[in-house]
């Protein structure tokens, strides 16, 4: 039995009959930007993650850097980001004008690591950019109690999050914005590339509408340096679909890193993330911690299931901030982690028997080392 890391197509198979009404209904419109599904799409997103505003944009990486300049965090700013997650967080801030301070993550969760917020904050930080890497919430709470204290904006990374949740509030709606991807293999992913801001923010959300659309609110007229990046009509109406579905989907996912995390509990060469109390996971991710993760990614390849490795080297260390000059020691949880974490697979469309597979090898595996 194979099993693959991905069954992205098979959303589309599911829901083939709403996906093709979609499109013949944003074909037949005649409008393919700035129409009706759009709008839908942000009224719909806004009211499920719980906000009063969502604005979309091209891709998650621009929902990141608007937000920011939203706000007015630029050159000669600082924001405080997670060692460890994905480039783009880094590069969202970079784009902005201001500068990425790293944290180190928790062993426990592998979110930032709150309890290294206040050695990392300078006069020139303006923002804290929490990260809920995996789809597991950062603890928000204590976040912004933090961000209050120190007067700083907070802005949700939700790229892996959507659907999450802390005491029954969606990722999303904890900070001053969010920034969501729509990459076509998150838990809320369109049929090409595509990114949101939510917030209860009105000047802030109108700000985004400028910048996503060359500086301009209304037409030739161009008030600031602008971008062009704008959610089509159609990937508006794909999501739309989608979202109906997104806490069915979610829901799936956690059962899957339930039999997972029940079946290879008992592995003592083996760790996982665990997630705070009163959190609502959702699983973008599962990943898995060993000192032997290149032997056990082998053997799992070898018989058929494909793994990812989230992520091999932390932005600190990457050849893009190597005249940041940061070292190993700096980030001893991130370095540490960067080694070990192995993302099994999961997903939506996953059968029981290709996650008991998953874990049959697993336990094959270090059972004979």
Not at 143 to 168: C, K, M, R, Y
Not at 210 to 227: A, I, V
Not at 305 to 329: E, G, L, M, W
Request: charged share 20%.
């Amino acid at each position: 039995m194979n099993v693959p890391f991905l069954h992205v197509g098979d959303s589309y198979q599911e829901c083939k009959t709403e996906f093709d009404s979609a499109f013949y209904r944003v074909m037949d419109s005649g409008l393919y930007l700035f129409g009706d599904e759009l709008t839908q799409f942000e009224a719909e997103f806004a009211s499920y993650c719980g906000t009063t505003e969502c604005v979309a944009v091209g891709s998650g990486l621009d929902a990141i850097a608007f937000s920011l300049r939203a706000f007015g965090i630029g050159n000669g700013d600082e924001v405080l980001v997670p060692s460890q997650t994905f480039i783009a967080t880094w590069y969202g801030v970079t784009q902005s004008g201001a500068r990425p301070v790293p944290v180190d993550i928790s062993v426990k969760d592998g979110q930032i690591d709150v309890e290294q917020l206040e050695k990392s904050v300078s006069p020139a930080t303006r923002g804290i950019m929490p990260v809920h890497l995996f789809g597991i919430p950062a603890d928000m709470v204590t976040i912004n109690q933090f961000a209050a204290a120190q007067n700083l904006t907070v802005i949700e990374d939700a790229a892996q999050a959507h659907g999450a949740s802390i005491d029954n509030a969606r990722c999303g709606s904890w900070g001053d914005a969010a920034a969501f991807s729509f990459y076509p293999g998150k838990n809320l992913g369109a049929f090409g590339d595509g990114g949101c801001i939510t917030t209860n923010d009105a000047s802030i959300a109108q700000r985004v509408r400028s910048l996503r659309n060359y500086g301009s609110l209304e037409k030739h007229r161009h008030d600031e340096l602008g971008f062009n990046s704008r959610l089509d009509e159609l990937q508006a109406a794909f999501l739309r679909v989608k979202l109906r579905r997104l806490d069915e989907w979610n829901s799936r996912r956690v059962q899957q890193a339930q039999r997972y995390e029940s079946r290879l509990q008992g592995v003592a060469e083996m760790t996982t993330f665990k997630p705070r109390k009163q959190t609502s996971p959702v699983w973008h991710v599962y990943p898995i911690l060993t000192t032997k993760r290149d032997l056990l990614k082998e053997h799992l390849e070898v018989n058929g299931v494909q793994t990812q490795i989230h992520y091999p080297c932390p932005p600190p260390f990457s050849k893009a901030y190597q005249h940041r000059n940061f070292y190993s020691d700096d980030f001893p949880v991130a370095s540490t982690v960067c080694q070990q974490t192995l993302s099994l697979p999961i997903g939506p469309h996953f059968t029981a028997a290709q996650t008991d597979r998953v874990c049959d090898l697993i336990l094959e595996f270090f059972s004979s080392v």
